[in-house]
């Protein structure tokens, strides 16, 4: 209980019960102290009350000598001394009577003591008396009598009973004042101890005190010892400030850090160890934050700049954080220096274009290496042919110049296929993704590869999802399809099949969709999977006598991932492989029947017919626009999948305005615009580009290059149909 209380409640405790305790001993004490004087004041009267009876004996006996002497002698001279015995026994009466006035028993005694003296000296004249009348036998006789015997009894029974009386009181006296006496004396140990004890018990309290504000200081100083040791070993410069931006501490990395000893920077502002650019705007940064509590920097770490006192920036990782320290807002700053951090970024980063414009170059040296290549191909290819038709050719030089003709477009493959590597990978190859039906795509694919499957009587079979969508570029996606159904003809066995699948369910991830094709081939050992996507590598198939280049799946792999695809690949040792490819689903972009616009035909309504001619390969969006103008009575619309058939019907109908798809196999749109345009008969028709590249640079270029507009896909109806109006207006 009392352990619980505060240092300064048990001091004031203790301090004021000894107080009191010395207070209640010392009246006790005073008390005892007048009571034992008391005592020796009346020992001392009644030993005062003795001595005058002594005194009064002694002047009574004397005389009482003298008397008889002179009875016997006859000599007066024996009576000279009388009076003055006379007077001092009645002074020494005359004190007892003071000395006993108070006390009625002893008044009374002194009266019958005053009354026998008196007849005592009525004795003592008349025996003086007798001696001189009657000689000395007259004198023995009175002496002797009965009366003067009497007389003399009774005197010293009241000495005796006097005497007796102060002597009782005497030894009360005596033993009253023993007791008040050992009752002081006992007190005032008491108090004492009481003192001493109470004293001993302040020290303790004090000094338990003391010990433990000692204690508790050097626990409080290891453990500043601990953070200050901590501070001034991190690695990280740690500053404090003040909310006016006055640096309070600084540590001995932070003094590393900046250049500069704590001694300048402390008191000061530390603007000073930012660079200019900073500096204005930090007074203003820490005021909102004050004012607002809106954080820019503070509890979250950002990246900064420090000026080193050399002058030299550098980089640094700031976070800072607000404390508040009696009552005051404080600010903690821990720097980081990543110079080193940021250099390697910065190293990483050149390595990384260094191996990019390598890459290019790379790209770009097989690209115009290709195109060399590819024209004393054509030389080679074009005269062998002829040499073939020549009967005047020996049949061994028949055999030699087919053996040319075989590896020739063997290289003319090879050349291609490394044309288009290149173009991949130096993303010169642009993607017009729209959507695209999968289905439509296989169907077109399937009579690309039969030829091939018949050869080795390989069954071709697929199971689609009619009007199922993928966002993709048409021309890449049939590309890369046609690549892993030839391969997987190519790398089977003779009587085999290949089943080409679409799957939609069960992916990890929705709203994508599979194109599987699956081989009855070797199969492919699981350790060499990774291998099939590198260029040049067919996984020891060079020495089966199959055709190819090993570049196929590179480029396929590349091509889908461009359009956000994957591709991968499930392989069992003599059972076959599975390819897939797995592509973003996508919804046919459609007009909404019903809501086709009228009015804008009714407002232009023309006696007329205007011819339009559309190009486009994918079916889905020939599909759109024949929709969208299926209303517009005054267009006759034609339509061509392939830039070929566009351009026969361009010649032969002339038409009012050619829409162009720029995306298309063979020849893109650009090219086909070239063409057109070069035709005198088709000089003033407008042509507009439909597209789904819509950036900005490509409508820029679409422009320059000669299109009348630009329209982007998906296709808004009304601006369509506009844009539509204001080019038939011209014709
Ligand atoms: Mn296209």
Known sequence: ???????????????????????????????????????????????????????????????????????????????????????????????????????????????????????????????????????????????????????????????????????????????????????SIALGITTTLALFTLIAMTYLLIRKQMEDSLKSQQALESSSTRVMTILNTVSDGILTINKHGIVETMNPAAERLFGYPASEVIGKNIKMLMPASYRDSHDGHMERYLETGEKRIIGMGREAHGQHKDGHIFPIELSVNEMVLDGEKHFTGVAHDISSRKKSQQALIDARDEADRANRAKSEFLSSMSHELRTPMNAILGFSQLMEYDDTLSAEHKDNVQEIIKAGEHLLVLINEVLDLAKVESGRVELSLEPVEVCAIIAECIPLVNALADKRSIRLSHKGLQGVMVRADRMRLKQALLNLISNAIKYNRDGGSVHIEIQTADLPEKDRLRILVTDTGQGIPPERITELFQPFNRLAAENSGTEGTGIGLTITRRIVEMMNGSVGVESEIGKGSTFWIELPMDVAWEAAPGNMPRALSNARQRKDKKTLLYIEDNPANLKLVRQILRNQEHIHLLTSDNPELGMELALLHKPDLILLDINMPKMDGYQLLEILKSEEALANTPIVAVTAKAMERDIKHGKTAGFAEYITKPLDIEPFLETIERCLVGT
């Open 1 to 183: 209980m009392f352990k619980r209380l505060s240092f300064d409640t048990k001091l004031l405790t203790t301090i004021s019960s000894t107080a009191l305790l010395v207070a209640a001993l010392s009246a006790t004490t005073l008390l005892a102290v007048k009571n034992e004087r008391n005592e020796a004041h009346r020992l001392q009267h009644t030993l005062e009350v003795l001595n005058n009876i002594s005194q009064i004996k002694i002047d009574l006996l004397i005389p009482s000598a003298m008397v008889r002497g002179y009875l016997i002698s006859g000599n007066e001279q024996d009576l000279s001394e009388l009076e003055r015995y006379k007077a001092s026994r009645e002074a020494a009466l005359g004190r007892l009577s003071e000395l006993t006035a108070e006390s009625p028993v002893l008044t009374k005694e002194w009266l019958a003591l005053n009354s026998a003296l008196n007849t005592r000296k009525e004795i003592a004249k008349h025996l003086i008396a007798l001696r001189k009348s009657g000689g000395l036998d007259a004198a023995r006789d009175y002496l002797i009598s009965e009366n003067v015997s009497e007389q003399r009894k009774s005197l010293f029974q009241i000495f005796h009973s006097m005497e007796d009386e102060e002597n009782r009181l005497l030894s009360e006296s005596h033993a009253k004042l023993v007791r008040a006496r050992t009752a």
